[in-house]
């Protein structure tokens, strides 16, 4: 960064995966940091995602591929280094199989998926047993499903948990529960951050992480990120009994299991069926997460009954063109951003390269094709 400084104030905005990240790293970066967000950790998106680590289909840039990867590398080593994460960080592998009609495009994602190297296995329904249990034969359709066995999934409130439990170690000081911080610019440079509870942190950085909200407070700064962020419902089931390890990706539900021994599933259909009032406020009929569970009960061997413990409604972050949009923002020095869709799957390895970036001044080579000066 531009600072003379030789341990520059940098202050994330935003207490999500990706925010968390970026301040953990920061700190380990050296640069003296600030994590301000306006509830608890974890409120928005993190606190509700499937958070299946992966880089399935053939449907993005190589660079987005690749940053993918390396995210579900950077969770292998956290893995490895930290046995805490077994109970909620697991690599059992993702099951997908695809809608009646719809298989030429899951052909060519198989493909593209074989081109890369990526780990990806054509199953027949005999054989998806001897990779992965507890799914039932018959939902799988005849044209069978793939199957990804370096796929996995995180439990994003803990896994936020043990990186804020590092931030004290990291010198990293986390204000929660302040209200909405706004950005304090002058001239061409952001100068310090207010928070909602009105106090002023000057800084020589900041980092916009606050999820959704960034194409909003990016617009009225001039900055143009076009937005897709839909809505989206996570809903949790009380612990059961079942054998399913894999993440499960079909037509109707995606299902995982969770680190109480219960299942957390999601679908863009039952996304689509949430209420939005005018005021903002959501409401979620029983009649879609009904049949949420039904669509996951007759996944699973034996067809347990599912009863809901848990959903959460809100916001999911995606950028217009489904790209991230990591790094500087050119008409506001020493202004960063991080938005994204997958902020589960490349959360350990966007903080790390956004902290470098800032701390260095050099910019990132693998953040070049997600720096938000490509609307421009
Ligand atoms: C249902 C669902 C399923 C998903 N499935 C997957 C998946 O399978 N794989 C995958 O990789 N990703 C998945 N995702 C996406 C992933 O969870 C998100 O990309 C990620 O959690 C986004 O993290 P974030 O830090 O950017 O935003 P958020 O978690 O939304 O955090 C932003 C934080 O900023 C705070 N904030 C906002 N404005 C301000 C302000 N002005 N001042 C202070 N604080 C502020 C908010 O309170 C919030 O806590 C899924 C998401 C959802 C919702």
Redesign the pocket.
């Known amino acids: 960064m531009s600072s003379s400084t030789s341990r520059p104030r940098v202050a994330v905005?935003?207490?999500?995966?990706?925010?968390v990240s970026t301040a953990l790293h920061l700190g380990r970066e050296g640069a003296d940091t600030v994590l301000?967000?306006?509830?608890d950790?974890?409120?928005?998106?993190?606190?509700?995602?499937?958070?299946?680590?992966?880089s399935f289909g053939g449907n993005r840039s190589d660079a987005y591929h690749a940053l993918r990867v390396l995210g579900i590398d950077r969770y292998r080593t956290l893995s490895d280094r930290a046995e805490e994460s077994h109970a909620w960080l697991k690599f059992d592998g993702g099951l997908t199989w695809a809608a009646p009609g719809d298989t030429d495009r899951h052909r060519a994602a198989f493909a593209a998926m074989r081109r890369h190297g990526y780990d990806a296995h054509w199953l027949r329904r005999d054989q998806v047993a001897d990779w992965t249990p507890g799914v039932d034969p018959a939902a799988i359709p005849d044209d069978g499903a793939i199957f990804n066995p370096g796929e996995g999934w995180v439990d994003?409130v803990h896994l936020v948990r043990h990186l804020a439990a590092q931030f004290s170690t990291a010198g990293v000081e986390l204000i929660a529960n302040?209200?909405?911080?706004?950005l304090e610019v002058r001239g061409d440079r952001v100068t310090g951050v207010v928070t909602?509870a009105g106090q002023r942190l000057a800084v020589d950085a900041a980092v916009l992480?606050?999820?959704?909200?960034v194409p909003t407070?990016l617009a009225k700064l001039g900055v143009r990120v076009p937005d897709a962020t839909p809505h989206?419902?996570?809903v949790q089931t009380s612990p059961i009994d079942t054998a399913l390890r894999a993440t499960l990706n079909t037509p109707h539900v995606?299902v995982r299991p969770t680190p109480s021994g219960a299942l957390a599933m999601?679908s863009d259909g039952a996304a689509e069926e949430v209420i939005v009032h005018p005021d903002g406020s959501y409401e979620v009929k029983d009649a879609t997460i009904d049949g949420l569970l039904q669509h996951a009960s007759a996944l699973l061997a034996g067809h347990p009954e599912l009863r809901a413990d848990w959903y959460g409604v809100?916001r999911?972050?995606i950028p217009g063109d489904g790209e991230p949009v990591l790094g500087t923002v050119d008409q506001l020095r020493g202004l960063s951003v991080?938005?994204?869709?997958?902020?589960?799957?490349?959360?350990l390895i966007a903080g790390e390269l956004l902290a470098r970036q800032i701390v260095t001044g050099a910019a990132e080579p693998l953040l070049a094709p997600f720096q938000p000066g490509r609307f421009a």
């Open positions: 905005i935003g207490g999500g995966v990706l925010g301000v967000t306006e509830a950790l974890a409120s928005g998106a993190t606190g509700r995602s499937l958070s299946w680590l992966n994003l302040s209200g909405q911080t706004q909602g992480a606050t999820g959704p909200d407070t989206a419902l996570l995606s999601d809100g999911k972050p991080a938005f994204s869709h997958s902020g589960a799957t490349i959360g």
